[in-house]
């Protein structure tokens, strides 16, 4: 992941005498963030958060950069150009790394366009936030903003170019898409982030006690389809124990008016008879989200999304055979995200100048 062309990968709060660095686990390559803002002083967490008293902590987590002054601050990452989708991941450990004890909260944006309050249950909380956002320029302006409730802070800041084809909404340029959750169903012992993931996506497992896991190892096609879901994540799906049960997960959003979509990832990974067949219906709070039913393809990936956005108070998506279906349905991974549409186009400079109000 390394070598991918247009990853921008930020450590921030990094040490500048060791300023790129390849992570042993990921052999992403971060650089220090000193040359994407001005702003800010660095910080180390605590030793009591910090390896080696949490031998798993991440190296991007280790250190931050905090902006006790001025109410808006500023990361200016340059990529792309206007109208290209970039996954934006914003990284965050408080690790009492000012000793006051009190995580903060605050606000992030993505240029002028609100993408997520930060807040942390306690000091060892690691926070990871996503949005999948369209560039208004060529340069992308990440945002800090104080609210009065604690001094901002970041540790990780990565933006990741996307196939622009994929990832639609019916709101077109005018909304980015802020991740709400990504599972891996079906998933035995998978890491979350692989090799082969070309847009690096965080992966979590995911399963039900009333499902069972079928995998394969035979590789799967995914060239097709331009989500381009990693091996590990697409070989595993989960079928319901019961054959004739519905397949089914269900959320509730902490706003009732969030506009969600979901994208349902599908392969067949078991070699079926000529005698069987497995087709399945997907419905949402009982209604049909898609006209047809869908046969999945053995060995060859397939994603599905709503074209509308899904609005209510609890959301359930039901997967269930049709009647001519001999076999149970089943789901490889899901994405579930809010919409948040735009408050205002950009006003900052095309190039070169910092916007006008970063850091003040």
């Not at 104080?146 to 084809?165: C, D, Y």
Request: with cysteine.
């Amino acid at each position: 992941m390394s070598f991918c062309s247009g990853f921008i990968s930020i450590d921030c709060g990094g040490t500048p005498t060791n300023n790129e660095y390849t992570d042993e686990i990921t052999n992403i390559r971060y650089t220090t963030d000193g040359a994407y803002i001005q702003t800010g002083v660095n910080k180390n967490i605590s030793s009591e958060y910090a390896y080696p008293k949490n031998p798993n902590l991440p190296l991007l987590l280790s250190d931050l950069r905090s902006f006790p002054l001025g109410e808006r601050n500023c990361y200016r990452l340059v990529a792309g150009k206007r109208g290209e989708l970039h996954l934006i991941r914003a990284s965050f450990l408080y690790g009492n790394y000012d000793g006051e004890n009190k995580p903060p909260e605050f606000d992030l944006y993505v240029d002028v366009n609100f993408w997520s309050t930060v807040k942390f249950r306690n000091a060892s909380e690691e926070v990871t936030m996503e949005i999948i956002s369209v560039a208004q320029s060529g340069v992308t302006h990440v945002c800090l903003v104080n609210k009065g409730a604690g001094t901002p802070f970041i540790s990780g800041l990565e933006l990741r170019p996307l196939n622009s084809s994929i990832y639609d909404t019916e709101f077109g340029e005018s909304a980015s898409l802020s991740l709400f959750k990504r599972w891996d169903i079906g998933s035995t012992n998978g890491s979350g982030r692989y090799e082969d993931d070309i847009y690096d996506r965080i992966w979590s497992p995911f399963n039900s006690s009333s499902w069972e896991s079928v995998s394969t190892s035979t590789p799967i096609n995914v060239n097709d389809d331009g989500f381009r879901p990693p091996f590990e994540v697409i070989r595993t799906a989960a079928r319901p124990r019961k054959g004739s049960d519905t397949l089914e997960f269900s959320w509730t959003p902490d706003d009732p008016s969030w506009k969600f979509y979901v994208y349902l990832y599908f392969a067949e990974v078991e070699q079926l008879e000529k005698t069987q067949l497995r087709k399945f219906n997907i419905s949402w709070n009982g209604s049909p989200l898609f006209d047809d039913s869908l046969v999945p393809r053995h060995l060859f990936a397939t994603t599905l999304s709503n074209s509308k956005s899904l609005v209510a108070n609890e959301h359930r998506i039901s997967i269930h055979k049709t009647k001519d279906s001999t076999l149970p349905p089943i789901l490889n991974a899901v994405e579930i995200f809010v919409a948040r549409q735009l408050d205002a186009l950009a006003t900052f400079e095309q190039d070169g100048m910092m916007c006008f109000h970063c850091g003040t």
